[in-house]
């Protein structure tokens, strides 16, 4: 087992590693050029555009395609297609539903976002398609196909710079330039999932029904996870634009952007130890999950070492990247790099309660983790101004990871304690 750890785990991370370096980095390196093109409020709107997007992003497919990654491993070919084409169906369904709530309420989410009436509208759209890429890249992530998942990947966020780019500057569409950019990017590159979905024959016509209720009721608790989740990573520009205006938010998303860079490695760590752990967990002997343990907790002080040397730079790397106007995100960054640190350790936890199937205990905890952000953000807003957003982060995304990993210990026990000792296991 070592040997396949140190050999294709280790190719098969530094696959999506690179790739989200690639395509992270791809809209990080606009950062120089729209902070200097768009003002704070420009910024602000393009925030709460994508703050929109994740949040109907949580609701089109209710988090069915979650269940393709963990039902991949039990079905053949055939049936894996209908399963594939049922989480298809409940994406139409809810995507129609949701699109006549949104119609209806429109006005009431225009005065809570400052996006126009027609963006919001857009939103739904955007979700639903980005949904069929999620369900594409997570096919090939559970095949292990990682240089074709890298590929669509890179492929999008360039395309969503390039179209971003030649809408700002070369059209002066100012903000509605980058909407534009991402919409446009969402689309073709669904289009692009959902005809790589039928040439690999992952549809059919043929859907079983019980692969339309168990992508229900896999996927349906997640959404309170999902909606929970949400609330963690994007109440505090809800909260910042409606007590302090969205200029404020455009500031505080380039902090997220910079503490981002920790969701690089954390991502790309999860992509590749994600299918690897459903697939070799419940064979692993008390050894070897001492050793997988203290793996485990060797990655947690990496990426909060990398956290804080983040937060230290932060001030030097604003000066080059952002406009004046975006300077004092630099007070932030270091808190939401930690936060975004937690949230790498969450990620390494909630496997286990995957691999267990207690989602819907795991709903309850992110969405306490999200009333406590509701909470705490709007207090420390209101106390301490833009920086108050940044505690708030920190704070849920902590309770987050602690409160995940006392159920997936409760749920599905590991020598966490034990791995603590010496001499329990020789690590190579």
Request: with cysteine; net charge positive; glycine share 10%.
């Amino acid at each position: 087992m070592a040997t396949r750890i140190n050999i294709a785990f280790v190719r098969t991370l530094g696959t999506y590693t690179l790739s989200n370096i690639v395509a992270t980095g791809i809209p990080f390196l606009l950062l120089p050029l729209l902070t200097r093109v768009l003002t704070p409020q420009d910024y602000g709107i393009v925030a709460m555009f994508g703050v929109v997007v994740s949040v109907f992003g949580a609701m089109a497919g209710l988090g069915s395609n979650g269940a393709v990654e963990v039902r991949y491993f039990n079905f053949d070919q055939k049936s894996m297609a209908s399963y594939v084409s049922a989480c298809l169906w409940i994406l139409v369904v809810s995507a129609l539903t949701l699109l006549l709530i949104t119609w209806l309420s429109a006005g009431i989410l225009q005065a809570l976002t400052a996006i126009p009436t027609d963006w919001i509208l857009m939103c739904v759209v955007v979700a639903a398609l980005q949904f069929v890429t999620l369900l594409r890249l997570s096919i090939w992530q559970v095949e292990g196909k990682a240089g074709k998942y890298a590929l669509m990947q890179v492929s999008q966020s360039g395309l969503n710079a390039a179209l971003s780019v030649l809408l700002v500057l070369g059209l002066g569409l100012a903000w509605a330039g980058r909407l534009w950019g991402i919409t446009l990017s969402a689309g073709l590159m669904g289009c692009v999932a959902l005809s790589s979905l039928s040439r690999d024959q992952w549809l059919t016509r043929e859907v079983q029904r019980e692969h339309l209720h168990d992508a229900l009721r896999f996927g349906a608790p997640l959404v309170l996870h999902l909606i929970g989740g949400l609330l963690i990573s994007t109440m505090d520009r809800w909260i910042l634009t409606n007590l302090l205006g969205v200029a404020q938010t455009g500031i505080y998303s380039v902090a997220l952007q910079i503490g981002m860079v920790i969701s690089l490695i954390t991502g790309a760590a999860n992509k590749a130890y994600a299918p690897w752990l459903f697939r070799h967990l419940t064979k692993q002997t008390d050894q070897e999950k001492i050793q997988l343990v203290r793996y485990t907790y060797a990655y947690f002080l990496g990426i909060l070492g990398l956290a804080v040397l983040i937060g230290l730079a932060a001030p030097v790397m604003l000066s080059v990247l952002v406009g004046r106007s975006f300077q004092a995100a630099s007070t932030i960054v270091p808190f939401v790099a930690i936060g975004y640190a937690f949230g790498g350790m969450y990620f390494m936890v909630t496997n286990y309660v995957f691999v267990a199937g207690a989602t819907a205990r795991l709903s309850l905890i992110t969405v306490t983790a999200g009333a406590i952000n509701l909470l705490c953000t709007y207090w420390l807003v209101q106390s301490h101004g833009i920086s108050g957003a940044g505690y708030g982060f920190m704070v849920s995304q902590l309770f987050l990871f602690l409160g995940t990993w006392a159920l997936a210990q409760s749920v599905h026990p590991m020598p966490w304690l034990k791995a603590l000792y010496p001499g329990q296991v020789q690590i190579p």
